[in-house]
């Protein structure tokens, strides 16, 4: 049965990536030297470096520079500055930016704080995109106190109310990319919400350290030509490539590509059984060990929380969601679907290979409601279905189907899948299948992805499978958790429409600069999920990163890890082409000096050093049993136009203080003890919890 199984998956998933081949990449608008050419590409086909009109072709970064990005070499995950130099703490709520002195726009102006100012007023005005996420009540002011720096103020009365914290405050600035408002200032913010900046990307002024020289958008093509000029040769070096070529298709083109040697880099997520294509000339970061790929994110399955059917977060809707995630095909996914290379998702959405968020795991909790303390799981259908006889979800019609007690709906859900999604097609297949057998009706709808997105926001689903992606990054575990659970994002990211205030009181306690406090607020977040279950995550997706070594070489990888692997596509990956080197004209690689830790001689600012710097300006509160008085404000902030600010040109001088600080901590949440001797009288969802401990 399995066999067949396997077939009738690979031949729909088949079905789903045919569809996808456009063509090679060997046919180009203008040919260029290959021995100075890297070619890489990407799956989204929009064309635009304007990030307030949405997501364009990136990496962004060629063009137009952040003042940091966050990455990891040889084990160290943290901040490297690009058009910043260096930060500083001027008081617990106060941190000063210097912009490089060298840092230049491509016709030879300045970048100063104007920009930075502007770029935020821009984003505060359209929404989103770079600024948008300063908003009055996590930024109270962002300031010039000089040509070159600028400072950014914390809005204290949200900080101590609890609504706002330091990984909000730094996520405003840390990796702003900055537009030039010189080229910009003119424009309305009509304009600013469609341009694409095709003109700025080609003629200038731009930051970065390559100027696109053509554009084929008939072929999906870009092509960049590296500035030899460029502001930051000095600091950083240029890096090695002389041209890029990026193209962008669907993911079996780009595996007949790579194959052919039309690519180099490349960020495929349909190359799962990446380890058949090592004697194709075809590599990636591990070559020794499964799953080849370092883990990066997680895929999830999105519950509505407002579905008749399976949605509430009452007895009987718990109860379901919990039978959802015992039939969930825990193993099989990782075989069938993802052909063995892959790494089975855990209930507390963490990731336990990474070191730095495997302490915010629960393990004590992850033992008690699942069995292991890694939070894993395995498909058990009889399980599932004592769960939803115990919740009296039962078949009462005789139709095979079973219904809830509670409003009378059957089982019979809708789930829709991203048309184009190889992989999750295949998931969704065996998820129906375990479903249906424990009493569930499944029609799974394949749909373009602006169709699903449209279908959530009408909360017209039961589940979905969007091909969004958990990620983990220097602000996790508040990112990972605030994406999806806070209130504030529904139905934007938070597409399960998960309102709850006792998540959101405990979300905003991992904004905490302290280390005990995000421990406490984690496992308590974890508590709830493992009793709401908004979301099934069942597997970590992979640094999809893929190469070729016959032109260029000099690849991060697990061996020698001196930066991080992932797509190409990534902002975060721009210092690999100062790693690699022409194979073809006998070039040596070397590893950038400047990717390299602090205290190894480079720029790279470790996590550690960066919350030490932050945690040594602030002197914690002394424990007590009696919470903080809780802040509340009534009005909204002075500003009638968001993000407005003030600009100074007076030179401060720079003062550290050190000040006690209240830390805020939820004060209308209450700690529920359960005891689990209770009889069913205190309601189906501990008989459904208790069934699952009598399983361990």
């Known amino acids: 049965m399995k066999k067949a199984l396997q077939i009738s998956i690979a031949m729909a998933v088949l079905s789903v990536i045919v569809a996808s081949v456009i063509g090679s990449v060997a046919v180009y608008a203008q040919e260029l030297p290959r021995e100075e050419t890297l070619k890489f590409s990407r799956g989204r086909t929009t064309i635009r470096w304007n990030e307030w009109a949405g997501s364009g072709p990136s990496p962004l970064t060629l063009v137009f520079m952040t003042l940091f990005i966050d990455g990891e070499s040889y084990g160290v995950r943290g901040f490297l500055p690009l058009l910043a130099e260096r930060y500083e703490w001027v008081d617990p709520y106060t941190v000063r930016v210097y912009i490089r002195p060298e840092a230049k726009w491509s016709d030879g102006v300045p970048i100063t704080a104007d920009d930075v100012i502007f770029t935020i007023e821009t984003g505060l005005k359209v929404g989103r995109g770079p600024g948008s996420t300063c908003r009055p009540e996590v930024v109270s002011e962002v300031r010039a106190v000089g040509d070159k720096v600028v400072e950014f103020v914390m809005n204290r009365t949200s900080y101590e109310a609890g609504t706002a914290g330091y990984i909000q405050f730094v996520d405003c600035w840390v990796t702003l990319r900055v537009y030039p408002k010189h080229a910009l200032q003119d424009k309305d913010i ?26 084929d958008k008939g072929a999906y093509t870009i092509y960049y030509e590296r500035d030899d000029n460029w502001w930051g040769k000095d600091v950083f070096g240029l890096p090695r490539p002389k041209y890029l070529i990026q193209w962008m298709s669907g993911d079996q083109a780009r595996v007949n590509a790579l194959l052919a040697g039309d690519l180099d880099w490349d960020g495929n997520g349909g190359m799962t059984d990446i380890y058949n294509y090592f004697d194709h000339g075809i590599y990636t970061w591990d070559m020794k060990n499964p799953p080849y790929y370092r883990p990066r994110g997680a895929n999830y399955i999105t519950i509505n929380m407002e579905s008749p059917k399976v949605g509430g977060l009452n007895d009987v809707g ?58 894993k799981i395995s498909t058990d259908l009889e399980k599932a279905g004592q769960i939803l006889d115990q919740a009296g979800v039962v078949d009462r019609d005789g139709d095979g189907v079973r219904e809830r007690p509670d409003n009378g709906e059957e089982l019979e859900i809708t789930y829709l899948v991203r048309s184009d999604a190889a992989i999750r097609y295949a998931v969704a297949e065996l998820f129906k299948t375990n479903l249906e057998q424990i009493g569930f009706r499944v029609e799974v709808k394949y749909l373009s992805m602006s169709t699903i997105e449209d279908l959530i926001s009408k909360k017209q689903f039961d589940i979905a499978d969007t091909s969004s992606t958990l990620q983990y990054n220097w602000a996790s575990p508040w990112s990972t958790y605030f994406e999806l659970l806070a209130s504030i994002n529904i139905p934007q990211d938070n597409y399960a429409w998960y309102n709850n205030p006792e998540m959101d009181n405990y979300i905003a306690m991992l904004n905490s600069p302290f280390e005990d406090v995000r421990l406490r607020a984690a496992s308590k977040i974890q508590e709830i999920l493992f009793r709401d279950i908004p979301y099934i995550t069942y597997h970590s997706t992979g640094d999809w990163y893929q190469y070729r070594t016959d032109r260029w070489w000099g690849w991060p990888t697990a061996e020698n890890p001196w930066w991080w692997p992932a797509a190409p596509f990534r902002d975060q990956n721009i210092p690999i082409l100062w790693g690699l080197a022409s194979r073809v004209k006998g070039e040596p690689p070397q590893v950038p000096w400047w990717v390299k830790p602090v205290d190894k001689g480079g720029l790279l600012i470790p996590l550690e050093k960066f919350w030490d710097d932050i945690e040594s300006i602030l002197v914690p509160p002394e424990e007590t049993t009696t919470p903080p008085e809780e802040t509340t404000t009534t009005s909204p902030p002075e500003e009638t136009t968001p993000g407005v600010v003030t600009k100074t040109v007076t030179k401060t001088e720079t003062s550290t203080v050190r000040e006690t600080v209240t830390i805020p901590s939820p004060t209308t949440v209450r700690e529920t003890v359960t005891d689990w001797t209770v009889t069913a009288a205190v309601g189906i969802v501990l008989l459904v919890v208790g069934i699952a401990i009598g399983y361990i």
């Open 190 to 215: 009509t304009e600013l919400k469609s341009a694409t900046f095709e003109d700025l990307a080609m003629n200038g002024p731009i930051s970065g350290p390559y100027k696109v020289i053509s554009i």
């Open 318 to 375: 718990r109860a379901i969601r919990l039978a959802m995630v015992y039939a969930f095909p825990w193993d099989d996914q990782i075989e069938y679907a993802l052909s063995g290379a892959g790494i089975k998702g855990n209930m507390a959405w963490l990731p336990e290979f990474d070191p730095f968020l495997n302490k915010y795991i629960n393990k004590t909790q992850c033992k008690i409601y699942w069995g292991s303390e890694d939070c």
